[in-house]
């Protein structure tokens, strides 16, 4: 695998999704949890989604439970909560790990691609990768970065 739209992942209806199909698009690719002190930034990631979606840029979510299971057992409960608390309308996935023998392969090439400080594993909700046209992991941001903070970085890239 050599780029983020090599993979395919899991859709909450169990449907495979092939990430091919956001091809020269960029990507924010973000672990969620809907019971996190982090959680609002939902709000900022929907913000961000409204600004850039016209530009093609997509916004993935993929909710996980590693830490602290702050996350609902039930998908159907991630989405409706997030639809409901904080109007998200960017694609949410299914339920994943992204740490461990169990990890996403997709989260495996993201951390591979762009380690954190000390080590390469995601260390809480709401880690950020983002993604260029080419399928080139171009940044990662920590859990606490803002979305706002972003908006510059996908500017770039949409020059």
């Known amino acids: 695998m050599t780029t983020v739209y090599d993979f395919k992942v899991k859709q909450t209806n169990g449907a495979i999704k092939d990430l091919k199909d956001y091809e020269g698009k960029p990507l924010l690719i973000v672990n969620t949890a809907s019971k996190c002190g982090l959680t609002p930034q939902f709000k900022g990631l929907q913000e ?4 850039y979606k016209d530009s093609g ?3 993935l979510g993929f909710p996980c439970s590693q830490f602290n ?3 609902f057992d039930n998908i159907d409960e991630t989405t409706e909560f997030c639809q409901i608390n904080y109007g998200v309308s960017f694609p949410i996935f299914a339920k994943i790990d992204v740490n461990g023998e169990n990890a996403d392969p997709l989260f ?3 951390k591979d691609q762009k380690k954190g400080v000390l080590s390469k594993n995601i260390k809480w909700n709401f880690t950020k990768f983002l993604v260029d046209q080419n399928g080139q992991v171009v940044e990662r941001y920590a859990p606490t970065t803002e979305p706002e903070k972003i908006k510059d970085d996908i500017e770039k890239l949409l020059k």
């Open 57 to 59: 840029v997509e916004i």
């Open 108 to 110: 495996d090439f993201l």
């Open 69 to 71: 299971n702050q996350e």
């Open 48 to 51: 961000l989604y409204d600004s």
